[in-house]
């Protein structure tokens, strides 16, 4: 593909694949450049999208691909982008192929990624009887007795939240709980246990948690965890063209999108800490709206 793209789309998650049908719709040449490996293959299903509540994730992208491929200028690269130069207007994307492509601006939706599970078992539930965010698996875990594994603030945090969803849980920081003396008296307030020992391995049969062992002895039998993942973001690019990050390893954006290079706009996961389907959907559809009146501004002045 030699021609001069409008926009390049880095990453084919519910970001990109939004941005992709929008702009796809306003008849703008699009190449979507995506690996096929997201952070949510681990779960069994997507919650919270409208009209698609517990949809599997390979199921959700195969539905957004097949609309998409009604819009005739937006194409797919089963591949993933190692370099990028140039600048608005005309930059140049390279991908573990070989293969290069040129565009007039682009659009990161990298998502992130999980960095490695450092607690024994817990590989063997992600995504099965464990989870990261109580909105979106937690009305399959109601009412049922749960452990959390996190500490200091995220700790507290967590136990206000997943209170929604049942009374029995248990907090296991594995390890010192960084938390202020104030934290633990509210805790305790409120009955919730807390261990501070290290986690020695977590055990579970066919998927399904059965209990926390830990370091000092204590067996915590539960059916369910929610835990705080380690995370990064999905690709060091938009880092190293330029783009401003939190601390938190999220690109920067505006409420459109649009990064502190000029041409680069991010969406989903990879600019935000929502990290839910119809959030990073709802963001690739502002950025991509962003993008095409950048186009048509410029393509405007030019016929004037």
């Known amino acids: 593909m030699e021609q001069l793209m409008d926009v390049a789309i880095i990453g084919g998650g519910p970001a990109g694949l939004s941005a992709a049908l929008v702009l796809g719709r306003a008849r703008k040449s699009v190449i979507v450049i995506d690996e096929e490996r997201p952070r949510n293959r681990v ?10 509540d517990g949809i599997k994730p390979g199921e959700f992208r195969q539905i957004a691909r097949e609309q998409i491929s009604v819009y005739p200028s937006v194409h797919f690269e089963n591949d993933s982008a190692v370099a990028i130069t140039g600048v608005d207007g005309a930059f140049m994307i390279t991908t573990a192929k070989g293969s290069a492509f040129g565009a007039k601006k682009l659009l990161f939706a990298v998502g992130m990624k999980d960095l490695p599970l450092d607690i024994e078992g817990l590989n ?16 399959e875990m109601r009412d049922r007795k749960l452990v959390i594994i996190s500490k200091g603030d995220h700790a507290l945090h967590f ?10 849980y248990t907090i296991c920081t594995d390890g010192p709980d960084e938390m202020t003396a104030e934290q633990r008296e509210e805790l305790q307030q409120h009955d919730v246990p807390i261990f501070d020992s290290k986690i ?10 059965q209990q926390v062992v830990l370091e000092d002895g ?25 783009c401003a990050m939190t601390e ?56 004037g």
């Open 43 to 52: 779960t069994q299903e997507s919650h919270g999208f409208l009209t698609r």
């Open 124 to 139: 063997d539930v992600y995504g099965k009887s464990a989870f990261v965010c109580p909105y979106c698996d937690g009305w």
């Open 159 to 168: 136990a206000k939240i997943i209170a929604a969803w049942t009374s029995q």
């Open 200 to 209: 020695q391995r977590i055990e579970a049969a066919n998927g399904s948690v």
């Open 218 to 242: 204590s067996i915590l039998s539960c059916e369910g965890i929610f835990f705080v993942p380690k995370l990064a973001i999905g690709s060091d690019l938009p880092q190293t063209i330029g």
């Open 248 to 303: 938190a390893g999220a690109v920067i954006v505006d409420e459109f999108g649009k990064t502190n290079v000029p041409g680069i706009y991010s969406a989903g996961d990879a600019a935000s800490q929502k990290y839910q389907v119809v959030a990073a959907a709802s963001m690739g559809s502002m950025a991509a709206v962003s993008i095409n009146s950048e186009l048509l501004g410029k393509a405007w002045s030019e016929r």
